[in-house]
């Protein structure tokens, strides 16, 4: 079953062409890796999907209703959480009570309901220990892992992150991995840019690529990674 579906989805900003009739289906619990140049279009891709953005042309259904023209609200609301690329917290509220507004303002559940599920996702985070810290004062795993838990706190059915292992050691990307996996296999659908590829690949089964805003391939991670297109424009290789 299909949780989202984008239809030919064009973007400009004057003369530059950002997204170019980028069309492709994600199907429900399904994790797909989104990969490019820099200046891709990549990050442009999720503002389209959240609302953020809106398209000039195309269409863009998300559990099974036409989200087009909604706003990134309604949007969240619907179930489409994201990360940031920078994660930028309320510095001055602790983690917890930065879940909390995120459950808050970001899903329907009840005031009760948000405080418990946020305790949950503290554990699922491996944010437990950190409950009561500042943001402000976290380090960059931690914060990636409070950007990923702020956004769990929308209760997604949907979840784009984006580079989310970006800027981390080896070690500290391996945990932070595990951490993504054990959200995928709660059943939420994932679409995730990222530039290490190995974290990517661990984690999603379908790879799409994307250069000046057009999808250039789309399929198993191997195959993708093995073409002549990508081999050419995504890594410069000459073939
Ligand atoms: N609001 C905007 N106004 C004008 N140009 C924009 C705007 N947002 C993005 N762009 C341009 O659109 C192009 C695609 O940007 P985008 O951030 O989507 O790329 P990306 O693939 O995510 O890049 P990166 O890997 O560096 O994050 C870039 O040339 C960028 O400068």
């Not at 009739?21 to 279009?41: Q, R, Y």
């Not at 808050?104 to 005031?111: P, Q, V």
């Not at 789309?218 to 093995?226: L, T, W």
Request: hydrophobic content about 45%; some cysteine.
């Amino acid at each position: 079953m299909t949780i989202l579906a984008l239809k030919n989805v064009s973007k400009s900003y004057g003369a530059l062409k950002v997204t170019q009739d980028v069309s492709f289906t994600l199907e429900k619990g399904e994790a797909l890796g989104v990969i490019g140049p820099n200046g891709a279009g990549k990050s442009t891709l999720f503002n389209l999907i959240t609302g953020n953005v809106l398209v000039d042309a195309g269409q863009i259904e998300f559990d099974g209703r036409d989200v087009t023209r909604e706003n990134p609200m309604a949007r969240c609301l619907a179930g489409v959480g994201r990360t940031f690329q920078i994660p930028q917290p309320f510095d001055k509220l602790t983690v917890f009570e930065n879940l909390v507004v995120a459950g808050a303002f970001g899903s329907s559940a009840s005031e009760s309901d948000v405080t418990g599920r946020c305790a949950d996702i503290l554990e699922q985070t491996g944010l437990g220990p950190r409950a009561n810290d500042l943001a402000g004062g976290l380090s960059l795993l931690q914060r990636k892992r409070l950007e990923l838990a702020r956004a769990l706190a929308t209760q997604p059915k949907l979840l784009l992150l984006d580079e989310i292992a970006g800027g981390l050691t080896e070690g500290e990307c391996v945990q932070l991995v595990d951490t993504v996996k054990s959200v995928h296999a709660t059943g939420v659908s994932i679409v995730w840019i990222e530039h290490v590829l190995h974290a990517l690949t661990s984690v999603v089964t379908r790879l799409l690529v994307l250069d000046f805003g057009k999808v250039i391939g789309i399929g198993e991670p191997d195959e993708i990674m093995n073409s002549k297109a990508v081999r050419e424009i995504y890594l410069g290789i000459d073939v």
